[in-house]
């Protein structure tokens, strides 16, 4: 699905004008995407509207002043807007307290991952200072109370079960009594999950509810459950209620947008994404970042930490860096210096998708190539005068002697020549650069995400 997004972002990113009909064609391979990955197709039609609808309002009224640049940032922030209001319903999932038993109960189909991922919640709040245990309230599945037992002694937590007791509500009550007198943090309740849909497991997702009062109920679902991820959704939101989702998977081939779709159907937010069958497997899910990441647009939360991380390493800088980024003014020099960063900090495989902007493309091939691909960034925009380093990129689309928007200007053709690159490259440079921009923009400003996520440390 990525790899689809972005090569239609890219291919907006080269289109010399943007028009109603560029914007239509883009739309059509955006939403032929997310279709093939099993979002569900109301949901698909109502993104291609809004943004239609947005981009439109955008062209008639002529504030892009003639530059195309401008009509292109609208586009693809309408596009990634959208997206994000896919996977955000809105709605803050429950964080466990301190000082306080937190029980979290989890629920979903068998084979979706539950006790797996009861395993690795019960690991990530341990590492964070909640003392954690897991009981295992699974009676149904042979063999369950053993899974339990092995993953639970694996990851270093303290469970409980019973082999002989056939009750799961006894089960459960009597796990949640006895870790809540030795005062544990957080308790993980797992629950069986049978083969279907059934009445007798809502009904016992509903007795066991009654009996360990979770602060939180999480549905677990697996990425690969397509289309029908929103009628199961539904059929546990009516009986378990549950206040979070975590999809399983997510590291396989599966396509994970009927998972995506279950947000919209129960306006319950995802937080956490399975990547993986080992205990860290386990990503924690925030809508923004997971676009970013899945247009190709980088990682800007990561990369924003990095830089306030260099920063601290250098006072001076750090005050400067920190009024960049509030007002989201990074210019193509503070780029260029992050991907220098990148390029020391090791192999570009891993590090490269943490640089907003860089296409998918980017990631491909060897590592020599990739790094390959990376110089020839540097070796562009070392061609660069210093007034155009410090720019926002603008001044390369300014309109020609005659008045007239020229596309490609004098600069670029310049710039190009001098770093025995091509026009196109330099281009492209431009493009991925006016991405991270602008996320960053969104990020870093007043009310941006960023702000949230600081506030959050
Ligand atoms: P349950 O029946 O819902 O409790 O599911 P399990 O926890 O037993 O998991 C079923 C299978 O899915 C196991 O083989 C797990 O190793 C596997 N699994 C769970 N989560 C993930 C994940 O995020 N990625 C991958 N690749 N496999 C997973
Ligand atoms: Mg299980």
Redesign the pocket.
Known sequence: LGRKLNAALSSLNRAPVVDDKVLDALLKEICAALLESDVNVKLVQQLRQKVKTKAKAYFESGADRGKEANRKNVVQKAIYDELVQLVDPGVEPYKPKKGHTNVIMAV???????????TKLAVYYQKRGFKSCIVCA?TF?AG?FD?TRQSATKAKVAYFGSYTETDPVAIAAQGVVKFKKERFDVIIV?TS?RHKQESELFEEMVQIGQAVKPDMTVL?L?ASIGQAAEAQSRAFKESADFGAIIV?????HAKGGGAISAVAATKTPIIF?????HLS??DKFSPQPFISKLLGMGDVQGLMEHMHEMAAANPDKQKEMAKKLEEGKLSIRDWREQIQNVMNMGPISKIASMIPGLPQEMLEGSDEEGTLRMKRMIYITDSMSAVELDSDGSMFMDLGKDGKPEGLTWRCTRVARGSGTSVREVEELLCQYRMMANMAKQAGGKHGWLQGIQKMQ
């Not at 399983?248 to 396989?252: A, C, L, S, V």
């Not at 994404?273 to 069958?277: A, P, Q, S, T, Y």
């Open positions: 979903g189909l068998q084979g979706n991952g539950k006790t797996t991922t009861c699974d599945r369950a899974q797992d999950g677990v697996d399983t998977k997510m590291d396989g994404l399975g990547v993986g069958e497997d386990l």
